[in-house]
């Protein structure tokens, strides 16, 4: 292990979950020293400042000139902040919870309009259940409900207001161009959305 030495990351380019991956990988390999790593993707610079957070590390933000996103992130000296057990990640929060993977914007196959008015009737028997699960995450074209305009906005901002973890894979609203759109919950990656599955007691996907 590197004692005091400072690492330099440029990830720019790089898809999701790499970004995340090399700067844990790069934080584990030092006790003390700033991680200093540039980005080009607005989700992929969400996505390490909050693992850096979830850590307890403070992170400093710098927008370039050239579009570059440049985040320092601290660890080992006094201006680290204490992790304090509200701080911890979703993944860690129940890891034993139930989590339901949507993956589209529409229940089981079939009729597509019967499909929307069963995930419909799902979010919102969730809201009735006296056990809710742990988190909802949401992939591919399943990320429009998170987003502006979408007609279960209601509903997941009612289950994220009762404490269930909303997260919506970043690369998903990329590709569909939604990366300012979304209206509820959290912007997620591929390695925070594996952990989390391989950690939950229960994956349900209607």
């Given at each position: ?13 790089q898809?999701c ?10 934080l ?5 020293g ?6 080009d993707?607005?989700?992929s610079?969400?996505n390490v400042s909050?693992y850096?957070?979830?850590q ?5 933000r710098?927008?370039?000139a050239d579009g570059?996103?440049?985040?320092e ?6 201006c680290?902040i204490?992790t304090p057990?509200?701080?911890a ?15 589209g ?7 597509e ?5 069963l ?10 259940l006296?056990v ?5 995450v949401?992939?591919n074209?399943?990320?429009h ?9 209601a509903?997941?901002?009612?289950l ?8 919506s ?8 161009h ?7 919950g959290?912007?997620s990656?591929?390695?925070e959305i ?9 994956v349900?996907?209607?």
């Open positions: 292990m590197n004692n005091g030495n400072d690492i330099y990351l440029d990830v720019r380019g898809a979950p790499q970004p995340v991956i090399r700067t844990r990988k790069a584990e390999a030092i006790s003390e700033v991680v200093t790593v540039h980005l993707a607005e989700a610079a969400t909050r850096a957070a979830s307890g590390l403070a992170v400093n710098q927008d370039l570059t996103i440049k985040l992130i601290i660890k080992g000296f006094s680290a204490p057990a509200a701080a990640p979703a993944t860690a929060a129940a890891p034993a919870g139930t989590v339901v993977y949507i993956n914007r529409c229940m089981g196959r079939g009729d309009q019967l499909g929307r008015l995930l419909k009737a799902f979010l919102k028997t969730l809201l009735e006296e809710r699960p742990q988190a909802l949401f992939v074209s399943g990320v409900l998170t987003c502006d305009g979408s007609p279960e906005l509903t997941i901002r009612e994220a207001a009762a404490g269930v973890t909303i997260l894979c970043g690369t998903c609203l990329d590709f569909f939604l990366q300012n759109k979304l209206a509820v959290q912007v990656n591929m390695y594996a952990d989390l599955l391989l950690q939950a007691g229960r349900v996907t209607p």
